[in-house]
């Protein structure tokens, strides 16, 4: 257990400086953005994407697994089994909410966002987002003729209006994402760490704190990434 802390800490510092931490959710957002400009049709452009998706998938293992069984080892020096960590206190699914409704956080969070959310991840890590054929691209070169750029799919440009009505669509979704990403995940995650302050069952330890301040919050920012990942499919 004394070397998976030490790999948690590690993470936890190597991870934000290795990646940037502002640059890691940029490119997160992006990959939302169903419109690309031809300079990020790139090899690199593409591998910066993978080793992203790799960073967000190993921080959200992490948190599950250390947040299951490293807040509960912390807590009372051993590591329980399944059947004991179903009425365990110490565990991040239950410190994040009332008694009353951990069974339903067991299911929501614990299982069926945190099983989507790293299975997404995984598909970005090694597929495209979109399908080369079903790629918006934002071509100077195609809106020559005219007095801004035109949207291209499949290589084939469209015409002005219709790249009007569809630039106007993508503003008004990458508006609702950035809500989503920002206040909504603020306000989750305030709620979630007032109920780990409000249950008083964490302890006081430079892990602890990484895991609540850091881990956590990006795991949260994670979960409802996913969520609007899925719901981008549709909505472009």
């Excluded at 998706?53 to 947040?67: H, K, M, Q």
């Excluded at 084939?156 to 630039?167: A, C, D, H, V």
């Amino acid at each position: 257990m004394g070397n998976f802390v030490k790999l948690f800490i590690a993470t936890a510092v190597v991870a934000p400086a290795k990646f940037g931490l502002v640059r890691h959710i940029k490119v997160l957002y992006r990959l939302l953005d169903p419109v690309r400009s031809s300079a990020e049709h790139t090899t690199s452009a593409q591998a910066e994407v993978r080793r992203h998706c790799l960073a967000a998938f190993t921080i959200s293992l992490v948190a599950i697994v250390y947040g299951v069984f490293g807040l509960q080892y912390e807590a009372t020096g051993r590591i329980h089994l399944a059947s004991s960590l179903a009425d365990s206190p110490f565990i991040f699914i239950h410190q994040i909410c009332p008694r009353s409704v951990w069974r339903q956080m067991e299911f929501a969070v614990g299982w069926m966002d945190s099983a989507t959310t790293l299975l997404l991840l995984t598909v970005l890590m090694t597929n495209a987002p979109v399908r080369e054929q079903f790629r918006y691209y934002l071509s100077v070169t195609a809106g020559q003729q005219h007095q801004h750029p035109l949207l291209t799919i499949g290589g084939r440009p469209l015409s002005g209006e219709e790249t009007g009505r569809l630039l106007s669509v993508r503003r008004r979704v990458m508006v609702g994402n950035a809500a989503v990403l920002l206040y909504f995940n603020a306000l989750v995650n305030g709620y979630f760490l007032g109920n780990v302050w409000l249950n008083g069952v964490y302890q006081r330890s430079i892990t602890s704190l990484l895991y609540w301040l850091l881990f956590f919050p990006l795991f949260i920012g994670y979960l409802l990434y996913g969520n609007k990942r899925e719901r981008e499919r549709g909505s472009f």
